[in-house]
């Protein structure tokens, strides 16, 4: 049994191992692969919110065209029946600068006839020429169709520089919408990180670039987002993995266990029994072979009813180490410890003073009678002397027998409480099942017990019990 614990350890230990190894290979993988999707989206992200801040500043140039041409220049149209086409005449209203302040044109958007300005139709040719210088910036063409509208461009399009908060703002909408919510720094570096490449914002070359750039720590948190599901089912596996080793090999510990205890049952049974057996069948075929006075008759009959009894009491101690007693009652601790002793005839025992338990009397009397029936089993003094001391510990009431024996070797002071241990090389018969079924009545009764002992110098039962 112990091979295949092994076996099972070792194989258990290799699929651990192949299985974490395996989860490592794979996440160091998916990690590497993850790193890329990130940077793939993030330098996406950064294309995008360049071309959607370009865009911004272009609508706020021509907004602000739409607004030069309302208040600072004069528009008129008419009908040109040459070419069938409605011709509009813009004329800025401040001619102190030097260029052209007038130009005529017409607009292919606007087919309708119409032969005077009016509010609307103004409003409308505003519109329509503001879109058109839209579509000519972003072929980088820019019309000087009067000199005021020129610079007006110039001013608000080329010289005015973009806003790196609107390029940064632009780039955390472009990062959330590719599922990216992750903190970066603009234009700075970052111990360890990774930085994506430099944009130039700048539309007038001559002032030179407008670099803008973000950095980021390494995607951790992005990366375990994405691997959550994975990360959880590998661990998962990981804990039934172990949760069945364990239960298996519980099981299997248990088993081994259990057949240790069926053979050294058996070995101690058959060493116990077969004294009294032999004596009995003795007795019996000498009642039944020899003629036998009534004298001896007598004797022959109560050594088979002495070894018949034997038997009886080592049945019955088997049958009491798995079951125990039935109700509760307030029990005089020195009543028990009274009756138990009245067992021993060659027994002094010492207690001052009393106390109340609550157990099965039949339980504490037990209790005792293998403790006292210890005492005088391993004790080679004429006088076996057992001192009883009691006392209140807190909520607890502590209860140490001493005996005047031959002690026990401190390397069986645990194992005397499993069932059917005994002590090797002893003399002494028994099935070692009184001292496992002590414990389990006390611990039954939520209380401890311990032993003490030095060898040859007798031996020390501590036993704690709630009061």
Not at 80 to 93: A, G, H, L, M, W
């Amino acid at each position: 049994m112990k091979k295949k614990i092994r076996l099972l350890l070792f194989l258990f230990a290799s699929l651990f191992l192949t299985i974490v190894g395996l989860q490592v290979y794979f996440n160091w993988l998916t990690w590497n692969s993850e790193q890329e999707i990130f940077k793939r989206k993030v330098h996406e992200s950064l294309v995008s919110a360049k071309a959607r801040t370009w865009q911004d500043h272009l609508n706020k140039s021509a907004s602000h065209l739409a607004t030069f041409l309302r208040d600072s220049t004069e528009i008129s149209c008419r009908w040109n029946p040459e070419s069938f086409t409605t011709t509009f005449t813009i004329k800025d209203k401040d001619s102190s600068s030097i260029g052209q302040h007038t130009v005529t044109l017409s607009l292919d958007q606007i087919k309708a006839r119409y032969d005077r300005i009016t509010p609307e139709i103004r409003e409308k040719f505003i519109l329509q020429f503001c879109e058109n210088i839209k579509s000519d910036l972003k072929n980088s063409t820019l019309w000087y169709y009067t000199a005021n509208i020129g610079r007006h461009m110039e001013k608000y399009y080329f010289y005015q520089p973009i806003d790196l908060r609107e390029m940064e703002q632009n780039f955390s909408n472009a990062l959330a919408e590719n599922g990216i919510h992750y903190p970066f720094l603009v234009n700075d570096s970052l111990s360890g990180g990774w930085s994506t490449e430099k944009v130039d914002l700048s539309l007038y070359k001559p002032h030179g670039p407008h670099y803008f750039w973000a950095s980021f720590n390494p995607p951790i948190t992005y990366f375990l987002k994405q691997q959550l599901v994975s990360i959880i089912g590998t661990w998962m596996l990981i804990a039934l993995s172990l949760i069945t080793f364990l239960w298996i090999y519980k099981t299997l510990y248990t088993q081994e266990k259990l057949s240790e205890e069926k053979d050294l049952f058996i070995t101690n049974m058959t060493h116990e029994i077969q004294t009294p057996v032999t004596a009995i069948q003795l007795a019996s075929e000498a009642l039944e072979q020899l003629d036998c006075t009534e004298e001896e008759r007598r004797i022959f009959l109560k050594r088979i009813s002495k070894n018949a009894a034997s038997l009886a009491q080592l049945s019955t101690e088997i049958l009491l180490e798995s079951k125990l007693g039935t109700q509760n009652e307030i029990l005089h601790l020195k009543t028990v410890i009274h009756e138990a002793a009245q067992l021993f005839p060659n027994l002094t025992y010492q207690l001052d003073g009393d106390h109340l338990i609550m157990g099965k009397k039949e339980q504490l009397f037990r209790v005792f009678r293998n403790l006292f029936d210890n005492s005088t089993k391993y004790n080679n003094n004429e006088n076996v002397v057992v001192k009883i001391d009691a006392f209140t510990k807190g909520k607890t009431l502590e209860i140490r027998v001493s005996d005047n024996g031959i002690g026990i070797p401190v390397e069986h002071s645990e194992r005397i409480f499993e069932r059917f241990y005994r002590i090797p090389s002893t003399e002494v018969r028994g099935f070692g099942v009184g001292l496992s079924y002590v414990k389990k009545i006390i611990e039954g009764m939520k209380g401890t017990i311990k032993m003490v002992s030095a060898q040859g110098g007798g031996s020390t039962f501590i036993i704690t019990l709630p009061k």
